[in-house]
């Protein structure tokens, strides 16, 4: 069966990504902060294209090696803008066989998003939401690291408009444009066995084996619900009233577990480091020449990095 111009169009724009094996006819939707990244990797390596894992080198805007799994070329893997207008209406004229989605519990997408953007300071990320950018911070106990946390959802919580500038923080409500009724199957990420089975089933069906899904993009440190302020979690549930209704997920079943603890610390620490050290050498990069040769510029990078050095 053909699928429906508004779906058809609504995919062609989607607003995250899209895996989509035509042949196959096998399209999933991936959410952000997700499960997105395990999934997406096992199915371009199922399709047999050898994915990249992380990335040495990034021109985009977002700078950071960990923070640009998706920037830059991945061989071809099988995604909805690889397929030309022709192909791609062809294929949606003949109907998918296969469509799927994972999504997660709204407090959990909200913490992973923090703390693998926000906290570790990729500045792409602050600067659009206009937060604050302290540079190169040092947390010295687990209680600043959760004011971070605070910052940031009081931040949104003044201004609900600003979810809107970043994928990871726009609800599956919207993402998912209200709707689940094309779905053949809606996973979530605390039984994303069951997604896994449902999806080697269907494979089978199409003569391969689904390769091996990991973790990938993990976080770097975890909280649980009980680490974060009742005032933090209210807010949480307020910007994402919609999702938890859409979804069906009762708003306390959060199944993280906490690593964050005053050891974890120092590598936190060096991680953030490391961000903002690349954020200056990316900036360095892709900076325009002015009409000198770009001295000016590049003299006030080596100005910061002198700074971090101290």
């Not at 994928?167 to 979530?188: K, N």
């Not at 896994?196 to 089933?201: P, R, T, V």
């Not at 360095?284 to 000198?292: E, F, K, M, N, W």
Request: charged letters at 25%; proline letters at 6%.
């Amino acid at each position: 069966m053909p699928e429906t111009p508004e779906f058809t169009q609504w995919v062609r724009s989607y607003n995250g990504l899209a895996f989509l094996h035509p042949g196959w006819r096998l399209l999933y939707v991936s959410i952000p902060k997700a499960a997105g990244t395990s999934l997406n990797v096992a199915l371009t390596r199922t399709a047999g294209v050898p994915f990249p894992g992380r990335f040495v080198e990034s021109l985009g805007e977002e700078s950071l090696v960990s923070q640009t799994i998706w920037d830059g070329e991945a061989g071809g893997r099988p995604m909805v803008d690889s397929l030309g207008d022709a192909d791609y209406e062809r294929l949606m004229r003949a109907g998918l066989r296969h469509v799927f989605t994972v999504v997660r519990h709204p407090v959990e997408r909200l913490l992973t998003t923090w703390s693998s953007k926000y906290l570790v300071r990729a500045p792409y990320y602050r600067a659009r939401l206009g937060l604050p950018d302290p540079g190169l911070r040092r947390f010295d106990d687990v209680e600043q690291v959760l004011a971070d946390l605070d910052q940031l959802v009081e931040h949104l919580s003044a201004d609900p408009s600003l979810v809107h500038r970043d994928v990871h923080l726009v609800s599956q409500y919207e993402l998912l444009r209200r709707d689940l009724s094309r779905f053949d199957h809606v996973g979530r990420t605390d039984r994303l066995g069951e997604t896994i089975d449902w999806l080697g089933g269907r494979l089978a069906s199409e003569g391969v084996q689904l390769h091996e899904v990991g973790h990938d993009n993990d976080s770097p440190v975890d909280v649980d619900l009980t680490m974060v302020s009742p005032r933090t979690v209210s807010r949480i549930h307020d910007l994402y009233a919609a999702d938890f209704d859409f979804l069906g997920f009762d708003r306390d079943a959060v199944t993280l577990t906490a690593n964050l603890a005053d050891t974890l610390l120092p590598v936190l620490n060096r991680e953030i480091e490391h961000n903002v050290r690349a954020e200056v050498l990316h900036a360095a990069a892709t900076r325009p020449s002015t009409p000198s040769g770009g001295r000016p510029a590049l003299a006030g990078v080596a100005t910061r990095l002198r700074l971090l050095q101290r």
